[in-house]
């Protein structure tokens, strides 16, 4: 009982220490929060130890990120630009590094701390980790399902962005599919399997994204361009979708080169409209700009229509790749 009691007030000791305050207003406590603004910490466990990692913490909390945070880690130079390691360690015992009834080890509590500013939060890959950390360090920890998706990033690229660990990930250790990559490849119908994702499925699901965010993107643009449609030529746009919008756009700005396909989006009085008003919209919008639109998400369509033509072959492979392994 004697040794429990000791053992407490020393985590509690070691807590005062990696926790220095300040007073919020006082030139140390703005220079504190100014170091730190908007940087969280990431803990990520290799095989072979710990690496800690520095990122923007907004990513976290923006509407949209479980569907979309797992798109920074599809490729090398997307991950670099989102992520940066600052240290990695190895731990040659990793079963008492993090431990629930030992807490942290010195030396990996030795690298959070170097790192760590106060206050600064730090996101770890499970509720355990979480808990100790918090208990043995006093230092806060996020975990939730956006945090688990980049853990499967950073294992995906685990070779590239600690290029310090020599060590494989074994099978076992991998994360399942990320859950907004999942989320996108059922929007097209694709029904893929975790043990199917290769680096080329994740590269062309990255694809796919990127041609969607060509529609967010241009959204409130096309929107408010839409307004002169009605202040001019009386046709109400609001239920059109964005291409259609963007089409209608492209006409009036460039009446004479309209296609029988763009004609056919339209009924007959908008298309007459859209026309015969053309030169109303002199000076009102600019008509590159309209056209460079029109392109971009005409070619994101066919991007995304090729893409997902191969996307269909693959998993079609990777099912029968499966199926011959277990009638094997």
Known sequence: MTGKRSTSTSRKRRCRRATPTATAGSIAGIGRNL???????????????????????????????????????????????????????????????????????????????????????????????????????????LFDEIVMEVMWGLKNLMHVLVPQEKMKLRKEDYLPMSQGMNMLLNRYGLDVKPEMVTDYIIKLACLLLDCEYCDVKNSKPLRFAAEYLEELSGINSKDWDLMKLATGL???????????????????????????????????????????????????????????????????????ACEAEQSA
């Open 35 to 141: 170091e730190h603004y908007g940087l969280i910490l990431v803990l990520f466990e290799t095989p072979s130890g710990f690496a800690i990692f520095t990122m923007n913490g907004d990513h976290l909390k923006r509407p949209g990120a479980l569907q979309d945070i797992w798109a920074n880690f599809g490729a090398d130079y997307r991950a670099e630009e989102f992520i940066w390691l600052k240290e990695f360690r190895e731990i040659k015992d990793k079963s008492s590094a993090i431990n629930h009834d030992t807490g942290v080890s010195c030396d990996l509590a030795e690298m959070i701390m170097k790192w760590r500013r106060p206050e600064q939060k730090m996101a770890v890959g499970n509720p355990e980790y979480k808990e100790i950390i918090e208990r043995s360090l006093c230092v806060l920890c």
């Open 250 to 320: 492209k006409i009036v700005c460039y009446p004479a080169e309209r296609s029988i396909a763009e004609e056919a989006m339209f009924a007959r009085d908008e298309l007459s409209k859209l026309v015969s008003d053309a030169h109303k919209y002199e000076g009102k919008i600019i008509k590159g700009v309209c056209l460079n639109v029109y392109k971009e998400m005409v070619e994101a369509r066919e991007i995304i229509t090729a893409t997902r033509k191969v996307l269909v072959s693959l998993v079609k492979e990777a099912k029968d």
